[in-house]
């Protein structure tokens, strides 16, 4: 194989076995050389790419925040000139659906950037969701919103804040479900509330 097809595939081991060890031990207990062991990859190999745990973390994260930028922005596109009721289910469920695939993942992510100084990392992927969605929300073919980035500021807040709030709380998939589709609901009534009047409008 070529030196970068086994670099990628060195670092692809990497990740998986750091999420699984995150899974099986929690970050207190994870340590470098318990991932390079289940990785199958020397302590060296390891360090090449990740000189410390808190590195292994951050770069964990980063690139399942990337992954799941990249899902949204390609959801918000295929919804561009939608109703904005299909919009808001189409990105609370693209965005529920990433969060939930592998909801032990998801969790232990959340409990692996406790000690992390991510502000930059959190400020890369808003920015991108934000344009994502405020384009998606702008092109709505039933809706204006006089005041678009407040609007979208305050739907995605909602929507993020409720997802990660079921981590937190360890809801039940039956219960998690339900939220799904109040969600829905929820964000759906808001847009329809802050829907600018034919009066704004012409303004």
């Known amino acids: 194989m070529p030196r ?96 939930m695939d592998r909801p032990e993942v998801t969790q232990a992510l959340y409990r692996s950037v406790a000690e992390l100084d991510n502000a930059a990392m959190i400020a890369t992927f808003s920015r991108r969701v934000d344009t994502a969605t405020a384009a998606m929300l702008a092109s709505a073919s039933d809706a204006v919103f006089a005041d678009l980035p407040i609007v979208n500021l305050t739907l995605l807040s909602t929507i993020f804040g409720t997802v990660r709030n079921i981590f937190t709380r360890n809801l039940s998939l039956a219960e998690s479900r339900a939220v799904h589709r109040q969600l829905v609901l929820m964000c759906q009534a808001y847009l329809n509330a802050v829907q600018a009047q034919p009066h704004d409008v012409a303004a």
């Open 4 to 99: 970068q097809a086994r670099a990628a595939a060195t670092v692809e081991a990497i990740f998986e076995a750091t999420i699984q060890v995150l899974v099986a031990e929690g970050p207190r207990r994870l340590t470098t050389t318990r991932v390079a062991e289940r990785a199958g990859v020397s302590i060296g190999s390891l360090y090449q790419y990740f000189p410390h745990k808190q590195a292994l973390f951050y770069a964990l994260n980063e690139r399942y925040l990337e992954a799941l930028a990249a899902t949204v922005e390609a959801s918000c596109q295929a919804r561009h000139g939608a109703t904005a009721a299909e919009m808001v289910e189409a990105l609370v469920t693209t965005y529920w659906t990433v969060k």
